[in-house]
């Protein structure tokens, strides 16, 4: 007996197909559904999909590229935000600001704009000259202010000095001088407080010269900070006498009593090096400053022409400081 020929699938109606399970699809072979009720037509899924039929009706419209930028067609709305400039758009560019001079700086003429380092023996007047400084306030890391009337903070730790500085740094007073006395204490605390938060005992504790280069590091950090302030800095250390040979012989030389490491970093800083020292005189004892170097003391000015030495005061300073201002900016020795 021959099979029957394959039937060629059948097209969809023009109409579609009818609902499955109704009375009208001639290849129902289950009981058509239940009549369904206008809430559960709403919420029933749509029926399932039949295998793949040949359409007939016309095939949806395929997804619209967007247009050129020099066709016709509709073209996206404009950014909200402005548009890039570019550099040959009609309009002018800023043009950023140059960061070289186009002026010399004068010397500054207000103390208040230097930095000090004062040595000398103890006992000598340091901490009286410099409470003879405007406005002064000190910051005490020893005692020695007793016979003093002078505005302190003690300083018993470096975070202590830290909290003032940040203090001063806020200008909500009335302090022009800032002294430290003195400098070779507060070095002292930035070591032990370096060294504690490294958990060690001391800087050769750690590898490489490591502990040497963080508290050198951060004694920089914070005194390059308080000497850019705008008031006067005054860093007072003690004076001691180092032997130094030379080729032909041996001097006696007086230097800050300051280690080493704190030396290689006041000591640039300094704009004026002053070294106090009593004199015998025919008149009785003298007190000085050497205010230039020589072999037998650490000493220095930036102001060329500032004397080599005065009287140990305040006045003889000051006075010492304006005259070189004037013979710099006037040369010819006129008035400023």
């Not at 009720?37 to 419209?61: G, I």
């Amino acid at each position: 007996m021959s099979s029957a020929p394959a039937r060629a699938p059948r097209r969809a109606p023009a109409g579609g197909w009818p609902q499955t399970g109704s009375a009208a699809d001639p290849q129902v072979t289950a009981p058509p559904k239940a009549a369904e009720t206008p809430l559960d037509s709403a919420l029933a899924p749509e029926a399932p999909a039949q295998a793949p039929v040949e359409e007939t009706s016309a095939p949806a419209p395929a997804p619209r590229a967007l247009p050129p930028a020099t066709g016709n067609g509709p073209r996206p709305a404009p950014r909200t935000s402005a548009p890039r400039t570019s550099a040959s758009a009609n309009s002018a560019t800023p043009v950023a600001r140059s960061l070289l001079p186009t002026a010399k700086t004068p010397p500054r003429s207000s103390l208040s704009d230097y930095t000090i380092l004062l040595y000398g023996a103890p006992k000598v007047g340091k901490s009286t000259l410099a409470a003879q400084f405007d406005d002064a306030v000190f910051l005490a890391t020893e005692p020695g202010l007793n016979a003093l009337e002078v505005y302190q903070v003690p300083v018993s730790s470096w975070q202590t000095f830290i909290d003032a500085c940040k203090e001063l740094s806020e200008g909500q007073h009335p302090f022009k001088t800032v002294v430290v006395d003195t400098v070779d204490n507060l070095f002292k605390f930035c070591s032990e407080a370096v060294m504690r938060k490294a958990g060690v005992q001391h800087e050769s504790d750690l590898e490489w010269g490591k502990g040497w280069a963080l508290v050198r590091d951060e004694f920089l950090r914070v005194l390059n900070r308080l000497a850019l302030l705008p008031y006067g800095l005054i860093l007072i250390s003690h004076a001691e006498f180092s032997n130094i040979k030379t080729p032909t012989k041996q001097i006696v030389k007086a230097v800050p009593t300051m280690p080493k490491q704190a030396r290689e970093i006041v000591m640039p800083i300094a704009d004026f090096i002053l070294y106090a020292e009593v004199l015998d005189t025919p008149d009785g004892q003298e007190r000085v400053l050497r205010c230039q170097a020589a072999e037998q003391w650490d000493a220095g000015a930036r102001l060329d022409g500032f004397p080599n030495t005065i009287e140990m005061s305040y006045p003889a300073f000051r006075s010492a400081f304006d005259r070189t201002l004037i013979e710099i900016l006037t040369p010819s020795g006129g008035a400023a």
